[in-house]
């Protein structure tokens, strides 16, 4: 995937960014329909620095993976962080499957 074009914000987790490419991005693999009914407004999100990094990497996140920061998940899957409604969540990677 090419260089994602971001706006940097600040708030009270981190320095996010911002943009609209995720939200295409991440509707253009799963679907409309998949994306809008997920908890996660993906056009609203703000985005870490390595979750920007891992979809310019070629992985997408992993539609209801989510689950609010403090918590732990076992095993070695990429993750990184995404902030909606005031709240910080990881979400969980995976490699893009190529038709």
Excluded: W
Excluded at 12 to 32: C, L, P, Q
Excluded at 68 to 86: A, C, M, T, W
Aim: charged share 30%; aromatic share 14%; hydrophobic share 40%.
């Amino acid at each position: 995937m090419e260089f994602l074009k971001v706006e940097q914000v600040n708030t009270r987790f981190m320095r996010g960014n911002k943009t609209s490419e995720v939200f295409d991005a991440v509707a253009d693999y799963y679907g409309m329909g998949v994306v809008c009914s997920d908890e996660i407004d993906y056009a609203e999100a703000i985005f870490s620095d390595g979750f920007i990094l891992a979809m310019e990497n070629d992985l997408m996140p992993i539609i209801g993976s989510h689950e609010v920061s403090l918590q732990g998940r076992k095993g070695d899957v990429e993750f990184h962080h995404i902030i909606f409604n005031d709240e910080c969540y990881k979400v969980y990677f995976e490699d893009i499957e190529e038709d």
